[in-house]
């Protein structure tokens, strides 16, 4: 069920080239999201932009999560583009936002045993929706493959990399120094990518 409600911004930073993560304190939007749901925020208070802009969930930690300074919190991560982002990036702690969601369907979550593995593919911006299912699956077979345009595309290393199960190795998707040897393995590549028979084989095992 979607909520127009209030929240604060708690951080918003430049993480790297023009990409930004804000964190904003919610609970009814960190209870409610599922992985794959977005927002929509109200950027100004007046008519310019006169229209919300959508935003994929980054992380959300409702009530009852572990980490309980962020409880009540949720983050997007979002790309300076234009005037609305811009304006975005300029926000500070202790501003008002005006939110409407979650939105949309979210991912179809299937049962983890269903699967010997589990493969996410993202490229840049569109990795954000994809940490929350990562959650989901951690303790699974998990393989995560990200790529952008450039080098400042490639976004959210370190975060996937704070889960136990994962090792990172980074290089070209055709290059012989991408070796996925564990069960568990971040990927770092280069954007775009395409996965076929013979690369699967070659370079990223018996899926």
Do not use: W
Not at 85 to 91: A, I
């Amino acid at each position: 069920m979607p909520y127009q409600t209030q929240g604060v911004v708690i951080r918003n930073r430049r993480i790297k080239s023009v990409y930004y993560l804000m964190e904003i304190e919610c609970p009814l939007i960190a209870a409610a999201v599922k992985p794959g749901q977005f927002i929509m925020l109200k950027i100004s208070d007046n008519h310019s932009p006169l229209l919300r802009r959508p935003f994929s969930v980054y992380k959300s930690y409702p009530e009852n999560h572990t980490r309980k300074t962020r409880k009540n919190h949720f983050s997007i991560l979002y790309k300076e583009v234009g005037k609305g982002t811009k304006m975005m990036s300029q926000f500070r702690k202790g501003r008002k936002m005006d939110i409407l969601g979650p939105l949309g369907n979210g991912f179809s979550i299937p049962s983890s045993s269903t699967f010997d593995k589990i493969v996410l593919i993202g490229g840049g911006i569109g990795i954000v929706s994809l940490y929350s299912l990562a959650e989901v699956f951690k303790e699974s077979v998990l393989y995560v493959l990200i790529g952008g345009k450039t080098v400042d595309d490639i976004l959210c290393l370190e975060d996937f990399a704070q889960f136990p199960e994962y090792e990172i190795t980074k290089g070209k998707i055709n290059s012989p120094e991408v070796i996925i040897e564990p069960d568990r393995i971040l990927v770092d590549v280069n954007y775009p990518l395409t996965i076929t028979r013979e690369n699967s084989k070659s370079k990223l095992g018996n899926f």
